[in-house]
């Protein structure tokens, strides 16, 4: 007997005792919130560390105890951490709590970012591929390289001088 098709294949799967599983639908992961309705995340950027918990609410973004717009003076770094928000279309749904620690502003509103990107996910699992396809949830992995003997900074070389 030979086998043309899938369909005769099938067939000779059949005859052979073979259990064959239908493909699943993918299953979409159990959201990972704490018994005060929070979810939380770690994220990182540079040597900056924020650790970020997010639950519904009015929109409140608050950083090492102070209002974002206060912690973060610059438009620019406000407007980075409010990016996944705005992506997911959560903007005015949830509250952020956040302490940073590390780095510069820069890193530091980096670091919230990613953590917010994370906990949204954690929080609504279906979010995931927004936020992957604003790379969001991909940590900045560029931090500054270390100083060598023998050079003036990393890379710079001392002043040469023929005399």
């Not at 620690?101 to 990107?117: E, F, K, L, Y």
Request: aromatic fraction near 8%; proline fraction near 4%; hydrophobic fraction near 35%.
């Amino acid at each position: 007997m030979s086998t043309t098709s899938l369909e005769d294949l099938k067939d000779v799967v059949a005859e052979a005792g073979v259990i064959v599983a239908e493909p699943e639908e993918a299953k979409l992961a159990e959201p990972k919130i704490d018994e005060l309705g929070r979810a939380y995340a770690t994220g990182k950027r540079k040597t900056a560390i924020a650790r970020v918990w997010i639950k519904p609410g009015a929109g409140r973004i608050i950083v090492n105890k102070k209002d974002h717009t206060e912690y973060f003076g610059r438009a620019v770094l406000q407007m980075i951490i409010k990016q996944p928000l705005v992506a997911a279309e959560r903007a005015n749904q949830y509250d952020v709590y956040c302490t940073v620690t590390g780095s510069g502003p820069s890193g530091q509103a980096g670091a919230v970012r990613h953590g917010i990107s994370k906990a949204l996910t954690y929080f609504e699992p279906k979010l995931r591929a927004v936020l992957k396809k604003g790379g969001f949830l991909t940590r900045d992995s560029r931090v500054v390289e270390r100083k060598k003997y023998g050079r003036a900074k990393a890379r710079r070389s001392f002043q040469f001088s023929k005399r």
